[in-house]
T-cell receptor
Framework: KAGVTQTPRYLIKTRGQQVTLSCSPI?????VSWYQQTPGQGLQFLFE???????NKGNFPGRFSGRQFSNSRSEMNVSTLELGDSALYLC?????????????FGPGTRLTVL | AQRVTQPEKLLSVFKGAPVELKCNYS??????LFWYVQYSRQRLQLLLR??SRESIKGFTADLNKGETSFHLKKPFAQEEDSAMYYC??????????FGAGTILRVKS
């Protein structure tokens, strides 16, 4: 079974631009979560989508948004980029929305904001 | 507020020595706790969860509700155990609250 894939793997943007990151979950997985990883703040939860609905949201400004499609693929968007948005963005998928299923992580998208 | 604390940024041990990676948490309900590991140039992956009470790669972790701890232990460290280890608490749905992580370095 193919693992979680994320595209692109690397991105360089400038302040004020917007960016869209994509995540394809493992086949059959319907829950997708997003995390931001930085040296200063560590791993922080952004949001979770299940069956095309946002089920949970972390403490990030409204510039961070996401969506999930009917095939469970998910995208996250960051508008009006700031230098502090430079980070590794990870997505994770799990089999169903229940709380007892393992989350499988993708390799991440490394975003650099100049 | 839910919080996970890993007090050590770096733990360096010799091969064959015992390992204990510390994790403390604060959570108002019944916690569900995990250890995740990230080996060099690999993805973050689940090592073990407290519910299953299993031993993975020789590692064990016991949930101590009285001390609000979930320390990760291994009696004899191996070089291939060198990695970044994260303790995590599962909140509503699939939200994971991670600790800052501890780098384990096993020296030969």
């Amino acid at each position: 079974k193919a693992g979680v894939t994320q595209t692109p793997r690397y991105l360089i943007k400038t302040r004020g631009q917007q960016v869209t990151l994509s995540c394809s979950p493992i086949s059959g997985h319907r829950s997708v979560s997003w995390y931001q990883q930085t040296p200063g703040q560590g791993l922080q939860f952004l949001f979770e989508y299940f069956s095309e609905t946002q089920r949970n949201k972390g403490n990030f400004p409204g510039r961070f948004s996401g969506r999930q499609f009917s095939n469970s693929r998910s995208e996250m968007n960051v508008s009006t980029l700031e230098l502090g948005d430079s980070a590794l963005y990870l997505c994770a998928s799990s089999l169903v929305g229940a709380s007892d299923n393992e989350q499988f992580f993708g390799p991440g998208t490394r975003l650099t904001v100049l | 507020a839910q919080r996970v604390t890993q007090p050590e940024k770096l733990l360096s041990v010799f091969k064959g020595a015992p390992v204990e990676l510390k994790c403390n948490y604060s959570y108002s309900g019944s916690p569900e706790l995990f250890w995740y590991v990230q080996y060099s140039r690999q993805r973050l992956q689940l090592l073990l969860r407290h519910i299953s009470r299993e031993s993975i790669k020789g590692f064990t972790a016991d949930l101590n509700k009285g001390e609000t701890s979930f320390h990760l232990k291994k009696p004899f460290a191996q070089e291939e155990d060198s990695a970044m280890y994260y303790c995590a608490l599962k909140n509503y749905g699939n939200k994971l609250v991670f600790g800052a992580g501890t780098i384990l370095r096993v020296k030969s």
